[in-house]
C-alpha cells in the first residue's frame, strides 16, 4: 500500500491502524557505507576490507546493525547551524553464553546541543566481539 496523499497533506487520519505502507528501497553501496562510517562511526569492520574478513561479520558492514534500538526521543528540534555532541552510558555489559566471542551492550546515547540541551536520547544494543585470549 502506497500513501494516496502527499506528506505535506497528511493528517492524523490518513492514518489508519493496521494498514503496511511501503516507503519504496535503495541499494547500499560499499562507498557509500565506507563514506559515512570513516565519518561517524570508523570501526575497522566498517572501513577497512581486509580487517572486516577476520571479524565475526567476514567482511564490511553497514553501521546500522544492532539487536535493536528502544525508547527513542525526540526531545527539542535540530536547527541549522546547531553544534552536536553525544555521549554513551553503558548500560550493561553482558557476555553472551552461546557464541564466547562476542557479548551484548546496552548503552543510552544522548545527543545535545550546543547550549547543553538533550535533543535527543535511545537505548540500544550492540554485539561487540571480546577481547581474544591469550
Known amino acids: 500500500m502506497v500513501f494516496n496523499t ?4 497528511r493528517y492524523l487520519e490518513d492514518y489508519v491502524k493496521g494498514d503496511i505502507h511501503r516507503l519504496g528501497s535503495i541499494a547500499v553501496e560499499k562507498d557509500e ?3 559515512f562510517a570513516q565519518r561517524f562511526d ?3 569492520f566498517h572501513v577497512n576490507q581486509q ?3 577476520l571479524t565475526p561479520f567476514g ?7 544492532s539487536p535493536g534500538i528502544d525508547e527513542l526521543r525526540w526531545l527539542k528540534p535540530v536547527r541549522p547551524g546547531d553544534t552536536l555532541s553525544a ?3 553503558v548500560l550493561e555489559a553482558v557476555r553472551s553464553k552461546s557464541k564466547p566471542d562476542r557479548g551484548a551492550i546496552t ?5 545535545s546541543n550546543q ?3 538533550v535533543v535527543m536520547t535511545f537505548k540500544c544494543v550492540n554485539i561487540i566481539r571480546r577481547r581474544p585470549s591469550r
Open 6 to 9: 502527499p506528506i505535506n497533506d
Open 33 to 35: 557505507v565506507i563514506a
Open 42 to 44: 570508523p570501526q575497522s
Open 51 to 53: 580487517a572486516a574478513r
Open 59 to 65: 567482511g564490511i558492514i553497514a553501521s546500522l546493525g
Open 87 to 89: 555521549r554513551v552510558i
Open 107 to 111: 548503552s543510552l546515547i544522548e545527543v
Open 115 to 117: 547550549a547543553g540541551e
